[in-house]
């Protein structure tokens, strides 16, 4: 990988014929920025030029001055500067301290060191560019979640939220976030993450309602080789994962009372230690949750744990359902339209008066996720540049008040509302039972028994 401008490489070799020809041979790549010095003094007054990489003579002659020395100063000035130690000695406990102490390499001056200094820094210099080029999708990454771009309304409610968002950016406070499933927490979570100081550093999502409560813990904490029958290798958790960015534990609710214990822990130790090891790691993450349930009814109903709810609190953002945004479902239908059709290289469709009026009666159960599903089938459906009503392909919103015309059985409506859920949520079992508060296990039952249709 080509570097976007040339390798700064500072030579520091006390004996002239040998400086001379290392500096002559790394010249000949157009891609090197070559200068050499013969004495310790000489190169640390132009140290502040910031050489990519310096090659070190172990054993300078001038006064007591010897590599390892050399490099503690180096690394402890700019420690992004990589150093490769050139020696006469092949000592391998030497060559093992130096690495320690941070040099990039350990060459032996013999016939080949040319040629293996030549590859180390064509390694080196792809390896920056790497880093180039990663640190360029992390600034990219953070400009496209420019959350007045990513969280796209005008209404009232959502700008609220967005001036919660901006306090939250300039702080580590624990976020905490409500709202209707699909009302895009997971989204905020991720505006707040890239907007922070935090956002060169790892976001680590987990949903605690999509993870058994028996392997959940070990999700979050990870676990050692053997702890259980399971654990064929050591697995680094969720926490140490995040760790110096953020952690977001989606549907945090859903925890069990027991793991809820050693999550509050854990928050008020910042440490943790894997299951089946000893050792106790520090860990410095920010805590994002969020939730569709109303914590504190939760607390008080003894199904989560009040000193654990004070901890998480932190700075709540409520998150408004669609059909309390007022025009936003329209422009977000038009960002959704532009969107797909861009991705799909289709003509840009437009929406037609009628069309605006089908969605804007439509109260959107599903939310932002449920609006952005229906304008895509809709743009599929569309068979010009016009999309009508007939191509929005939503359920009237009497669908389940026109169940109480029909004289019926409460078991009979018991399972036409369910089916109807289950159509709507694409057969996700966990999401309808929770939409309608009943047991997952009710829902299977009436499956095995043939009374919904799967």
């Known amino acids: 990988m080509k570097p976007t401008k040339p390798l700064k490489i500072f030579i520091l070799e006390d004996d002239l014929w040998y400086g001379t020809m290392l500096e002559h041979y790394l010249s000949l790549n157009p891609d090197y920025q070559v200068s050499r010095f013969e004495t310790e003094k000489a190169f640390f007054q132009q140290l502040h030029e910031q050489p990519d990489v310096v090659t070190l003579d172990y054993a300078l002659a001038e006064g007591d001055a010897d590599g390892s020395k050399v490099l503690k100063k180096i690394k402890e000035r700019y420690p992004e500067t990589e150093v490769i130690i050139i020696s006469g000695q092949d000592q391998i406990t030497t060559a093992v301290e130096l690495l320690k102490s941070g040099a990039f390499d350990y060459i032996v001056k013999d016939e080949d060191t040319k040629d293996r200094l030549w590859n180390v820094l064509l390694h080196l210099q792809e390896i920056k560019g790497l880093k180039k080029e990663v640190e360029q999708l992390k600034n990219e990454l953070k400009k496209n979640y420019d959350f007045s771009k990513v969280i796209i309304g005008q209404s009232d409610s959502i700008q609220k939220v967005f001036a919660l968002i901006e306090k939250a950016t300039k702080t ?17 979570a991720k505006a707040i993450h890239y907007n922070s100081s935090r956002h060169k550093y790892p976001f680590v999502a987990i949903n605690v309602a999509a993870i058994p409560p028996d392997l ?5 904490f990870g676990h050692e080789k053997g702890a259980f029958t399971s654990a064929q290798s050591k ?3 969720k926490f140490e994962e995040a760790n110096k960015g953020t952690l977001f534990l989606d549907e945090i609710a859903e925890m069990d009372i027991h793991l809820q214990a050693k999550l509050l822990r854990v928050l008020q130790e910042r440490e943790i230690t894997r299951i089946g090891g000893n050792a106790v790691i520090p860990i410095d993450v920010r805590i994002i949750v969020a939730t569709h349930r109303n914590l504190l009814k939760e607390v008080q109903e003894k199904k989560f744990r009040e000193d654990l709810y004070y901890r998480l609190l932190g700075l709540p953002i409520e998150l408004p359902p669609l059909r ?4 936003d479902y329209l422009i977000l239908a038009k960002h959704f339209i532009q969107s797909f059709c861009s991705d799909n290289r289709l003509t840009l469709k437009t929406l037609t008066p009628e069309s605006i009026a089908k969605l804007k009666q439509y109260d959107y159960p599903g939310n932002i996720r449920e609006l952005k599903s229906i304008i895509e089938l809709a743009v599929v459906m569309s068979e010009s540049d016009l999309i009508y009503p007939s191509d929005i392909n939503i359920e009237s919103n009497d669908q389940i008040g026109n169940l109480l015309f029909k004289e019926t059985s409460l078991k009979e409506y018991e399972k036409q509302i369910i089916q109807y859920f289950l159509n709507k949520y694409n057969q996700d079992v966990i999401a309808v039972s929770k939409k309608l508060d009943i047991g997952k296990s009710t829902i299977y039952r009436m499956m095995q028994r043939g009374e919904l249709i799967k």
């Open 172 to 188: 580590n406070i624990t976020v905490s976030l409500t709202g209707e499933t699909g009302t895009g927490k997971e989204m905020v």
């Open 324 to 327: 309390e945004r007022d025009n």
């Open 216 to 220: 959940l813990e070990s999700e979050l």
């Open 235 to 237: 697995r680094i958790g």
